[in-house]
């Protein structure tokens, strides 16, 4: 069992940053990648970023060049560092832990996420 809290979350102007941390913990949370995922409201939740512990990253092009995402392995925390926030990246952000990809089905342990707004 893999148990992953968000946190970092909050309400900011556009063009602001803004930083999440997901802290893992568990049995084989050090084996694991963290991703990031985002719902907003009336959509699908959409990937964003992940990486496993060797450092690879893979992206969605929508965040492509403001995010970027981060481990410090000694904790087994992820970070995703967000900068020049935008409206349409309002949404509840979630940490999840499986395999690097994209897909959410690859992923088996989820965070209660974190709530970003950010307004124009």
């Known amino acids: 069992q893999v148990h992953v809290v968000e946190s970092g979350g909050g309400l900011v102007q556009a063009g602001s940053s803004l930083r999440l941390s997901c802290a893992a913990s568990g049995r084989t949370s050090n084996d694991a990648a963290l991703g990031w995922f985002r719902q907003a409201p009336g959509k699908q939740r959409e990937f964003v970023a992940s990486i496993n512990n060797r450092g690879s990253t893979i992206y969605a092009d929508s965040v492509k060049g403001r995010f970027t995402i981060s481990r410090d392995t000694a904790k087994n925390t992820a970070y995703l560092q967000m900068n020049t926030l935008k409206p349409e990246d309002t949404a509840i952000y979630y940490c999840?832990?499986?395999?690097?990809?994209?897909?959410?089905?690859?992923?088996?342990?989820w965070g209660q996420g974190t709530q970003v707004t950010v307004s124009s």
């Open positions: 999840a832990a499986g395999a690097l990809s994209p897909l959410t089905d690859l992923y088996y342990y």
